[in-house]
C-alpha cells in the first residue's frame, strides 16, 4: 500500500508539472546611483509588457523588477531598461556588473526622458571606454521586426527640435545596449491620462518598444 501511495504521489506530480504554464519571463528596471530618477515612468514598462504579451504572444510577468546595477541578480534578466531626467553614477564594481552582464548576452535599453544624455554617455565609458555609439540604420533588424519603423524612432515629445535618434553599443555584430535619444519613447509607453498623447502616437511608441524587446530576446 505504501509504494502504492509514493506511486501515486509521483505520477501525480510528474502530471502537474507537465501540463502546468511555463513560468513567465522577467523583465526589470535598471535602479542607479547619482540622484537621477531611475523610477521615472511608473506606468510604461507594465503597458509595453502588456502590448508584448497582447500582441507578440510573449509571456513577460506583468510587472518589471527592480534593480539595481551591482547586483548579482542582473544576470536573472534578457532585457534591462533604463530612464530619468537627471545624473547617473556607476562605480567600479557596478560598472563591472553591468559589462559582464552584457558580455553574457544581457541586453540594456536606455530611453533619455530629457536630460539623461551627458551624464549616460559618461557613465557607459566606464562600462565600456573601448566601445563608441553607433547610430543604427534604418533598415536595422531592430527597426523592422517584427513591426516597420523606415525612418527609425517615432517622436513623442519635442524638446531641443532635434531628430530622434537610437545609438546602438555594438560586440561582435550584435546590438548590446540600445540607447534611444531626443524621442521621449517611454513617455509614449505609459498610460494615456499621464501625457494626454495622441493614440496613435502611443501605438507607435509601444510597437518600437515591442521591437526592442524583441531583438533583445533574440539569441
Known amino acids: 500500500m505504501r509504494i502504492f501511495k509514493v506511486f501515486f504521489y509521483t505520477l501525480v506530480v510528474l502530471l502537474f508539472t507537465s501540463f502546468s504554464p511555463a513560468p513567465a519571463i522577467k523583465i526589470a528596471k535598471l535602479k542607479y546611483n547619482g540622484g537621477g530618477d531611475w523610477y521615472a ?31 548579482a541578480e542582473l544576470f536573472n534578466y ?9 545624473n547617473i553614477v556607476f562605480s567600479e564594481q557596478e560598472a563591472k556588473n553591468l559589462r559582464n552582464y552584457l ?18 554617455r559618461r557613465e557607459m565609458k566606464k562600462v565600456f ?4 555609439w553607433v547610430e543604427l540604420p534604418f533598415n536595422h533588424t531592430i527597426y523592422q521586426k517584427p513591426f516597420s519603423f523606415n525612418n ?4 513623442v515629445h519635442e524638446h531641443d527640435n532635434k531628430p530622434a535618434q537610437g545609438f546602438g553599443l555594438m560586440y561582435e555584430g550584435r546590438v548590446i545596449c ?17 501625457h494626454n498623447d ?16 524583441s531583438y533583445a530576446f533574440m539569441k
Not at 540600445?178 to 499621464?194: A, I, M, P, S
Request: proline share 6%; glycine share 10%.
Open 78 to 86: 534578457p532585457f534591462v531598461h533604463l530612464t530619468g531626467h537627471g
Open 198 to 213: 495622441p493614440e496613435p502616437i502611443r501605438q507607435k511608441a509601444l510597437q518600437m518598444g515591442a521591437n526592442i524587446v
Open 152 to 155: 527609425g524612432l517615432p517622436k
Open 129 to 132: 571606454p573601448e566601445l563608441n
Open 41 to 71: 515612468n511608473k506606468t510604461s514598462l507594465p503597458n509595453l509588457i502588456a502590448f508584448c504579451n497582447k500582441q507578440l504572444n510573449m509571456q513577460i510577468a506583468a510587472e518589471e523588477d527592480i534593480i539595481e546595477v551591482g547586483s
Open 178 to 194: 540600445f540607447y534611444t535619444y531626443e524621442c521621449d519613447l517611454g513617455n509614449g509607453w505609459e498610460d494615456r491620462e499621464v
Open 103 to 120: 558580455l553574457a548576452g544581457g541586453f540594456l535599453h536606455a530611453d533619455d526622458n530629457y536630460g539623461l544624455d551627458k551624464f549616460f
